[in-house]
Every structure is written in structure tokens, then in C-alpha cells.
């Protein structure tokens, strides 16, 4: 079982820059798809980025693409996930999470989570 520790949440300006990190423990993190996840107030939770074991293919919603990047470095068991041209709308709690058994990493599941970072963008 692998446990996430995310790190690098804050408060920014719209338009704004910010880079999340994911530190994962364990000696298989490059066995796992990673993902992101944010909660809003209110909301359910949404997927942000996806990326696959090697880090040779990612997801992302409309929402964020163009605007978000998700890397991963296995050497580090850790996963990052860049946010760039930040906005309100995208306040929310955000969530690191991996799976082991999975295709398609835009659906998951994602069976392992961390505690959540609070990203929040003011206008």
C-alpha cells in the first residue's frame, strides 16, 4: 500500500502560479498511476490530471488544460502538479492519489489518497 503526503498548497492571485508535490512512500511508486483531484466547497470531487506509470502519457479536464501540467519524477517517488493562470474558480482542496490496476486513468478508481492541500485563488 502506498501513502501520499501532498505539499505546496497556499493562497495566490488570480493569475497566479503554484506547484503542488506529492511525495509517495514505498519502493513501487513507479507501479502506479497518479492523479490529482480538487474539492470545492460544495462540489464533488473533480479530476485535474492524470499521468501514467512511465509519465509518458497524461489527462486533463477542459477545465485546467492548457493551464495545469502534472510530471512525476519515480526516481524521487514523487509526483507535481504545476498550475499556471490560476483563477478563483479553481479554489478547492486538492488531492493526490494513486492506483496500481487501472487503463484508463481519466476514470480510475483511484483506491489511495492524501490528506488534501488547500489551494486558494483571489480575485
Known amino acids: 500500500q502506498v501513502q501520499l503526503v501532498e505539499s505546496g498548497g497556499g493562497l495566490v492571485q488570480a493569475g497566479g502560479s503554484l506547484r503542488l508535490s506529492c511525495a509517495a512512500s514505498?519502493?513501487?511508486?513507479?507501479?502506479?498511476?497518479m492523479g490529482w483531484f480538487r474539492q470545492a466547497p460544495g462540489k464533488e470531487h473533480e479530476i485535474v490530471a492524470a499521468?501514467?506509470?512511465?509519465?509518458?502519457?497524461?489527462y486533463y479536464p477542459d477545465s485546467v488544460k492548457g493551464r495545469f501540467t502534472i510530471s512525476r519524477d519515480n526516481a524521487k517517488n514523487t509526483q507535481y502538479l504545476h498550475m499556471n493562470s490560476l483563477k478563483p474558480g479553481d479554489t478547492a482542496v486538492y488531492y493526490c492519489?494513486?492506483?496500481?490496476?487501472?487503463?484508463?486513468?481519466?476514470?480510475?478508481?483511484?483506491?489511495?489518497w492524501g490528506q488534501g492541500t488547500q489551494v486558494t485563488v483571489s480575485s
Open positions: 514505498g519502493r513501487t511508486f513507479s507501479a502506479y498511476v
Open positions: 492519489a494513486a492506483a496500481r490496476d487501472i487503463t484508463d486513468i481519466s476514470r480510475g478508481p483511484y483506491p489511495y
Open positions: 499521468i501514467n506509470r512511465s509519465g509518458g502519457a497524461t
